[in-house]
């Protein structure tokens, strides 16, 4: 039996369940274009964001000319902010070009003393100075390439921090680093606006104090050993005396030698070479070898006194003193044998010259220069006073000059240093 109506309810629940299907994809094409929106929204973020980065970017290098033009950073700032007007202001012959010569003259040198002194091997102070010069061309080389670059990369590095940094300056990076952020934190102007830029500004300062105090030590020491190594050898050479001669030199002006440890050196190289000479119609006699060593290992020691008392000692002075402080750990040289690990942290500052000599002042006899019955040593200041030094304790000689030359004078170390090349 057929309900009346059923029909009609039947039509209104087609009806029904046809809009209802209708509403349902009209609902999944609207989430569909929702999403597809969604999708279109994230990509204009991203692409917006990277426009934002780029016109960061540019902002930051934007900022740099309203830094010169309206913040009044205080010169050389422009050394950073610019092309390196202060570095092009450097001698014109550079420092890399200068060491090079300086390094290779060294070189020469050690071979004539080489041949001077014979055998058996034994290191002289020119053995040791051409792989400390090469080591301060390396360090140089360094600094004029971070100097050449375009400071607006450098800033953008620095930004980075030390470790980024590390790849130009290795273990330097991190105290200089330091060194230069805190200073940038204390700039009256320091602002987010300049990221990496302030410190750059000072790690380029301090760069090029570096770089200068490197180079100019570098030449001031070899403009007074090469010509009185060059007088002393010339004369030898011709069968004269060569320390009689490199007195009359000294007494004329024309070399350097206030405290006489050149002449007193180089005396000792002098009758070193006659042992030398002994010992070839004697060569089994050890006394006579023994003489002959210690009068070299005193020549090198007194030649050292000199070269880093009377001319390295005034170069360290203002910000070079105060940056070797911050590197002193991190000091190095490299010669035949390898790396000769330098002063260790906290053992001290390589711009004190008793530090890095491996001596102590103590008191002494006056009117002489070496004292071999107890050791002492003398130097005498600007004013005339002498004053009286002795080696330090074993456990603060590790990484001094006394250290490297006592390990590296003589025996096989010594053979190889002697032949390496530079």
Request: net charge negative; hydrophobic share 45%.
């Amino acid at each position: 039996m057929k309900i009346p109506g059923t029909d009609k309810l039947g039509s209104i629940a087609r009806a029904t369940a046809n809009a209802v299907g209708d509403v349902v994809e009209n609902v999944e094409d609207e989430a569909i274009a929702v999403f597809e929106s969604a999708g279109d929204l994230v990509d204009h973020v991203r692409s917006d964001m990277h426009a934002v980065k780029v016109h960061m970017d540019e902002a930051i290098a934007a900022s740099l000319e309203v830094a010169i033009e309206h913040l009044h950073i205080p010169e050389p700032v422009l050394a950073v902010l610019r092309p390196m007007q202060a570095f092009a202001d450097i001698e014109s012959c550079g420092g890399v070009r200068s060491n090079e010569t300086i390094t290779q003259a060294y070189a020469g040198f050690d071979q004539s003393f080489q041949g001077y002194l014979g055998e058996p091997a034994v290191a002289n102070w020119t053995t040791f100075g051409k792989y400390a010069s090469h080591q301060a061309g390396e360090a140089i080389n360094q600094l004029e390439a971070i100097l050449a670059m375009d400071p607006i990369k450098l800033a953008k590095i620095v930004a980075q921090g030390p470790e980024k940094l590390k790849q130009l300056l290795g273990e330097y990076a991190a105290p200089l680093f330091h060194d230069a952020s805190a200073q940038a934190h204390h700039h009256p102007i320091a602002t987010a606006a300049l990221p990496g830029v302030l410190t750059a500004y000072y790690l380029v300062k301090d760069l090029v104090a570096l770089r200068n105090g490197l180079v100019e030590t570098n030449r001031a020491i070899y403009h007074n050993f090469g010509p009185a190594f060059q007088t002393f050898l010339d004369a030898e050479k011709a069968g004269q005396d060569g320390v009689a001669e490199l007195k009359n030199q000294v007494a004329a002006g024309k070399i350097a030698d206030p405290g006489g440890l050149l002449v007193e050196a180089l005396g000792d190289y002098q009758q070193a070479h006659a042992l030398t000479e002994q010992l070839k119609a004697d060569p089994g006699n050890q006394d006579l070898a023994a003489q002959r060593e210690a009068l070299v290992a005193r020549a090198n020691l007194l030649i050292g006194m000199h070269e880093q008392y009377y001319v390295v000692q005034p170069h360290f002075q203002g910000e070079f003193s105060r940056l070797s402080a911050l590197v002193s750990s991190k000091l190095e040289v490299q010669d035949a044998n390898g790396k000769f690990k330098l002063l260790s942290a906290g053992q001290g500052n390589w711009a004190d010259f008793c530090t890095r000599m491996g001596l102590v002042e103590c008191e002494g006899p006056a009117g002489s220069n070496a004292d071999p019955a107890n050791g002492v040593l003398s130097l005498v200041d600007a004013d005339g006073k002498p004053h009286f030094f002795r080696q330090a304790a074993a456990d603060q000689l590790p990484g001094t000059i006394i250290d490297y030359f006592t390990k590296e004078g003589t025996g096989a170390p010594a053979v190889a240093n002697m032949a390496g090349k530079v």
